[in-house]
């Protein structure tokens, strides 16, 4: 498959270099060492799909004029929109035109989630009551310098929308109302710290946080049988899983841990998955992408409202 990388920033320039030979241009609009400064300067008969790896606004103009050419397009997450109306069309096109839309949530991908997931799956836990997560880094500052990402909701849509689209895949459906418990400016424009969640069934407790100077990730799921637990993710390892058994009436129960100490093996995983479903014609998720730009929009009016 021949891909061009629309973004050469931080994430472009890891999507770049995944691809490695696939890649057969480049472009950014202000970075000179990119092949082209705009994709509708790219030959359409040159390439199969699109790494989009851009700020935000720019993300439903490029989606729209790669899928109406028929081009396969894997984007950055949070695909969000103003409009609701505008993710529709994108879906609409996608169809219409052959081509697959996949938004990059590349946590699903971590072993210990996918092992999670088989886990809540098999029904061993019995039936979930609460699902706690906890997802900090420390690049507040890094935020604060930026010309585009220092506004708005913030940590919102960068982790929260991680932590939303992990729950979905575990769990299915979010159709509880969620609730903003806390939300804080500590240091920058934007929010840097939130914590929020739902009462649905299962319960989410989340929290995230752009102030937690040793990036983190923890996530607890406790059920009627027995409890589950993650600590870090492969790129900030060791990463952790926990299994615990419940004892009746009470006590201390048994557990099996995992422990994984290796390179984040996500992103190749989540580029050949990509692949394989752009050779199948079948597997875009933008439907996941029109619930959580809802979610998020939710959210981020509950979040700001009060500030």
Same mark, same amino acid.
């Given at each position: 498959?021949?891909?061009?990388?629309?973004?050469?920033?931080?994430?472009?320039?890891?999507?770049?270099?995944?691809?490695?030979?696939? =890649?057969?241009?480049?472009? *950014?609009?202000?970075?000179?060492?990119?092949?082209?400064?705009?994709?509708?300067?790219?030959?359409?008969?040159?390439?199969?799909?699109?790494?989009? $790896?851009?700020?935000?606004?720019?993300?439903?103009?490029?989606?729209?004029? %790669? !899928?109406?050419?028929?081009?396969?397009?894997?984007?950055?997450?949070?695909?969000?929109?103003?409009?609701?109306? *505008?993710?529709?069309?994108?879906?609409?096109?996608?169809?219409?035109?052959?081509?697959?839309?996949?938004?990059?949530?590349?946590?699903?991908?971590?072993?210990?989630?996918?092992?999670?997931?088989? %886990?809540?799956?098999?029904?061993?836990?019995?039936?979930?009551?609460? $699902?706690?997560?906890?997802?900090?880094?420390?690049?507040?500052?890094?935020?604060?310098?930026?010309?585009?990402?220092?506004?708005?909701?913030?940590?919102?849509?960068? %982790?929260?929308?991680?932590?939303?689209?992990?729950?979905?895949?575990?769990?299915?459906?979010?159709?509880?109302?969620?609730?903003?418990? =806390?939300?804080?400016?500590?240091?920058?424009?934007?929010?840097?710290?939130?914590?929020?969640?739902?009462?649905?069934?299962?319960?989410?407790?989340?929290?995230?946080? !752009?102030?937690?100077?040793?990036?983190?990730?923890?996530?607890?799921?406790?059920?009627?049988?027995?409890?589950?637990?993650?600590?870090?993710? $492969?790129?900030?390892?060791?990463?952790?899983?926990?299994?615990?058994?419940?004892?009746?009436?009470?006590?201390?129960?048994?557990?099996?841990?995992?422990?994984?100490?290796?390179? *984040?093996?996500?992103?190749?995983?989540?580029?050949?998955?990509?692949?394989?479903? $752009? =050779?199948?014609?079948?597997?875009?998720?933008?439907?996941?992408?029109?619930?959580?730009?809802?979610?998020?929009?939710?959210?981020?009016?509950?979040?700001?409202?009060?500030?």
């Amino acid at each position: 498959m021949r891909v061009v990388v629309v973004g050469l920033g931080i994430q472009g320039k890891k999507r770049l270099a995944i691809a490695g030979s696939d =890649a057969v241009a480049t472009v *950014d609009p202000v970075l000179n060492g990119a092949d082209y400064s705009s994709v509708h300067d790219v030959d359409l008969s040159s390439f199969d799909a699109a790494l989009v $790896c851009t700020p935000d606004d720019s993300k439903i103009e490029l989606l729209a004029y %790669l !899928l109406e050419h028929g081009k396969h397009v894997l984007v950055e997450k949070p695909l969000l929109a103003a409009n609701p109306a *505008d993710l529709e069309t994108l879906s609409g096109m996608a169809e219409r035109n052959g081509a697959i839309c996949y938004t990059a949530y590349n946590h699903r991908f971590e072993p210990h989630f996918i092992r999670m997931k088989q %886990l809540i799956d098999s029904g061993e836990l019995g039936r979930i009551y609460l $699902c706690r997560m906890f997802y900090g880094n420390g690049t507040a500052r890094d935020v604060r310098n930026s010309p585009w990402r220092d506004k708005g909701a913030g940590v919102l849509p960068d %982790l929260g929308s991680h932590l939303l689209d992990t729950a979905t895949f575990w769990f299915g459906a979010l159709d509880a109302p969620f609730s903003v418990w =806390a939300a804080n400016r500590f240091e920058n424009q934007a929010l840097d710290h939130i914590a929020f969640g739902s009462r649905g069934s299962p319960a989410l407790e989340l929290e995230i946080t !752009l102030l937690s100077w040793r990036n983190h990730f923890t996530c607890d799921v406790y059920g009627e049988k027995g409890s589950a637990h993650i600590e870090s993710l $492969c790129k900030w390892g060791p990463s952790v899983f926990t299994r615990r058994t419940r004892v009746l009436p009470s006590g201390r129960p048994p557990e099996e841990s995992v422990s994984l100490v290796q390179a *984040d093996p996500t992103w190749a995983a989540e580029y050949d998955h990509f692949k394989k479903i $752009c =050779a199948a014609k079948s597997g875009s998720n933008i439907a996941t992408d029109i619930v959580l730009n809802r979610l998020l929009s939710v959210l981020s009016r509950k979040a700001l409202g009060g500030r």
